[in-house]
C-alpha cells in the first residue's frame, strides 16, 4: 500500500518525448498512484503539472559536432540535476529518449550511489549501431521501457531488465483514418491536395533541412501547380524561424504554402498536417513512425554534419534508418541520406507518390504494420516502473 507521494525523475529533449512523458503522468494518476514530477520537460508536461527546472529546448541538439560545441552546457545542466537529486533524491528517474543526455545522466546518479531507481524509456537504438553501449546500458539502468517487441528481444539476451510497452500511438490511433475528417479538422479544402514538409521540430534541424525541402517543393510547385503544402510549426520560435526561411524564396512558392501553427497543449500540429496530407515528405526520426501510423505516403530524408555522418555510419549495423523499413525489415519507405537529400532527388520521389497505385500499395503496408504492433503483447509502463521500484 502506497503511504506517501512517490516522487519521479523525468528528462525529455524533443516533442516526441514530452508527449510520452505527458501520458506517462496521465498513467500513474489514472491507476491511483499519488506522485509528484520533476526534471526536464516540455509543454504537454508542464500542463499536466510538471516542475521543469529547464526548457526542453536546452537539449534539443543534433549530431556528434554540435553536441561538441554545446558541451558544457550540457554538462551543467547534468550536474544541476545531479546536485537537486542529491540534496532531495526522486524515487525513479526516468529518461525519456535523449539517450546521450539521459544516459550519462543515470550514470552520474549510480556513481553517487543515490536511492534512485533508473528507467531508460524508448529503447537507445543499440541494436542498429554502437552494440557496445549495452555494457553501459546494463551498469546504469535498471530498467529499459520498449517500444518494439524486437527491442526487449534484444536486451534479454545481454541479461538486462526490460519491459516492451508498445508504442502508445499504435493503440491511440485508429485502423481505419480517413483523409477528409482530418482535412475537416484542419479547415482544409476537401477536393485539395496536400503535401506535407516535415523539416523536424528543432532549431538545428530546421535551420540545416528546411531549405532542401523548400528547394524540393520550389521544383514541385513548377511542374505540378495543383499541390500546395503545410510546414507544421510546434511553437513561436520555430514559426519564426521558418517565416525567415520563406523569405528567401519566390512570392509564388510562399502563396502555395500553409504554415501551420500549433494551437493546443498537447503539440499535435506535425501529426494533423501529416493526416491531412496526401503526401508526407519528412526527416528521419519518430515522426515516420507518426506517418506510418496514420496511413499516410511518405518518404524521409536526413542530413548530418559530414563528420557525424561518416562517424555513424561507420558504426551502423544496419541497412535502414527509418523506424518504418527497420520494423518491416525491408525497404517500405524510399530513404535519402547525406548525398542522395538532394533537391531533385526529393522531388523525384514525392513525385512517384503521386501515382494512386503506389501510395495506395504503400498506405497498405503500413496499415498492415500498425496491426502488427497491437498485436504484440505489451506491459504497462507504470507497472514495470513499480514492481522496478519494489525489486
Not at 547534468?78 to 544516459?103: C, E, M, Y
Not at 501510395?359 to 514492481?387: C, F
Amino acid at each position: 500500500m502506497q503511504t506517501r507521494k512517490l516522487k519521479i525523475g523525468i528528462v525529455v529533449g524533443e516533442v516526441s518525448g514530452d508527449t510520452l512523458g505527458a501520458q506517462l503522468m496521465r498513467s500513474f494518476r489514472e491507476q491511483g498512484i499519488e506522485a509528484e514530477f520533476e526534471g526536464i520537460g516540455g509543454p504537454q508536461m508542464i500542463a499536466e503539472g510538471f516542475k521543469s527546472y529547464y526548457p526542453m529546448d536546452i537539449l534539443s541538439v543534433m549530431g556528434i559536432v554540435e553536441v561538441l560545441k554545446d558541451i558544457k552546457k550540457l554538462f551543467a545542466v547534468r550536474d544541476g540535476l545531479v546536485d537537486t537529486w542529491s540534496k532531495d533524491p526522486v524515487d525513479v528517474f526516468v529518461g525519456i529518449d535523449a539517450p546521450d543526455f539521459n544516459l550519462r545522466l543515470s550514470k552520474s546518479l549510480k556513481q553517487k550511489q543515490l536511492p534512485i531507481k533508473t528507467v531508460q524509456y524508448v529503447s537507445p537504438s543499440v541494436w542498429a549501431w554502437r552494440q557496445g553501449r549495452v555494457h553501459g546500458i546494463k551498469a546504469t539502468i535498471d530498467l529499459v521501457l520498449c517500444l518494439f517487441p524486437f527491442e526487449k528481444a534484444f536486451y534479454e539476451k545481454w541479461n538486462v531488465p526490460a519491459a516492451f510497452v508498445g508504442h502508445p500511438l499504435a493503440g491511440q490511433l485508429p485502423l481505419h483514418n480517413p483523409i477528409e475528417l482530418a482535412k475537416d479538422e484542419l479547415g482544409l479544402d476537401k477536393a485539395q491536395k496536400y503535401i506535407a514538409l516535415l523539416p523536424g521540430s528543432r532549431r538545428g534541424e530546421i535551420e540545416k533541412l528546411g531549405p532542401l525541402l523548400l528547394d524540393a517543393a520550389k521544383i514541385l510547385m513548377d511542374q505540378h501547380p495543383e499541390y500546395q503544402f503545410m510546414i507544421p510549426a510546434i511553437n513561436d520560435a520555430r514559426k519564426l524561424q521558418i517565416e525567415d526561411l520563406l523569405k528567401n524564396y519566390p512570392a509564388a512558392l510562399q502563396q502555395k504554402i500553409r504554415l501551420m501553427e500549433n494551437t493546443d497543449k498537447e503539440s499535435k500540429i506535425g501529426r494533423q498536417v501529416m493526416n491531412a496530407a496526401d503526401i508526407v515528405a519528412l526527416a528521419s526520426g519518430t515522426a515516420t513512425l507518426e506517418a506510418m501510423l496514420l496511413h499516410r505516403p511518405m518518404v524521409t530524408f536526413y542530413k548530418l554534419n559530414w563528420l557525424t555522418y561518416h562517424v555513424v555510419k561507420f558504426l551502423i549495423k544496419i541497412p535502414y534508418y527509418s523506424l518504418p523499413n527497420i520494423i518491416a525489415g525491408k525497404k517500405v519507405i524510399q530513404e535519402l541520406i547525406q548525398a542522395d537529400a538532394t533537391p531533385e532527388k526529393l522531388a523525384h520521389e514525392i513525385e512517384a507518390l503521386m501515382n494512386i497505385e503506389t501510395a495506395k500499395i504503400q498506405a497498405m503496408q503500413h496499415l498492415t504494420m500498425h496491426k502488427q504492433l497491437l498485436a504484440g503483447n505489451s506491459e504497462n509502463p507504470v507497472e514495470a516502473i513499480l514492481a522496478t521500484l519494489n525489486r
